[in-house]
């Protein structure tokens, strides 16, 4: 059975993002772990922390729980991203996410040559937010997941999912919404 990683970034209990996430999910055939970041306590890297990660990476010791959300993230077969958009980008706990599962030798490797190679077992993320205001083309939290997806997880396609505009007055909040959950429903996920 596949497994899906669903990496939850909505951090407001009456998220928006979160429902169009779960219509993504519901395409989706397999077995769903979530990570709800906003319970979990991840720090950001520190040099203690650097340093005993860097160590247990040079004695090729993955065993900590330091590595518990990279080895989770190289496993899965499909992830479902779904954070809101905030200052351009997404919430800071998932940029600490990210810090956590970027790891040498669990998702990615570097070549001979010094580029790093993706490990990852991932052919495909599904990037899902939401906005008050535009995004229009400067949706920096995706353009972050997809550069990190492809050029160090291995990870060529990414898809992104969203409804903007959601704050501004006179805005048809509802009908913005069913565009964006009609959109996901017409999504082929075997088109990959």
């Given at each position: 059975m596949k497994k899906i990683l669903f990496v939850n970034a909505c951090v407001r209990p009456d998220s928006?993002?979160?429902?169009?996430?779960?219509?993504?999910?519901?395409?989706?055939?397999?077995?769903?772990?979530?990570?709800?970041?906003?319970?979990?306590?991840?720090?950001?890297l520190n040099w203690e922390m650097l340093e005993e990660r860097d160590a247990?990476?040079?004695?090729?010791?993955?065993?900590?729980?330091?590595?518990?959300?990279?080895?989770?993230?190289?496993?899965?077969?499909?992830?479902?991203?779904?954070?809101?958009?905030?200052?351009?980008?997404?919430?800071?706990?998932?940029?600490?996410?990210?810090?956590?599962?970027?790891?040498?030798?669990?998702?990615?490797?570097?070549?001979?040559?010094?580029i790093p190679v993706g490990l990852c077992n991932a052919k495909?993320?599904?990037?899902?937010?939401?906005?008050?205001?535009?995004?229009?083309g400067c949706n920096l939290g995706y353009d972050h997941i997809k550069a990190l997806a492809g050029r160090f997880y291995g990870i060529q396609?990414?898809?992104?999912?969203k409804a903007e505009m959601l704050d501004i007055r006179g805005a048809d909040v509802n009908g913005i919404l069913e565009e964006s959950l009609k959109e996901i429903e017409n999504w082929d996920p075997s088109d990959i």
């Open positions: 928006r993002t979160h429902v169009l996430a779960r219509k993504a999910l519901e395409k989706l055939e397999g077995q769903i772990e979530e990570v709800n970041l906003c319970q979990e306590h991840l720090l950001p247990l990476i040079s004695a090729r010791d993955f065993s900590s729980p330091l590595f518990q959300y990279a080895k989770q993230f190289a496993a899965a077969d499909d992830i479902v991203i779904a954070a809101p958009f905030w200052e351009l980008a997404f919430p800071a706990v998932l940029r600490i996410y990210l810090e956590h599962i970027t790891i040498v030798g669990l998702t990615f490797q570097y070549s001979p040559e010094g495909r993320i599904i990037y899902v937010t939401t906005a008050g205001g535009a995004i229009g396609e990414v898809v992104c999912f």
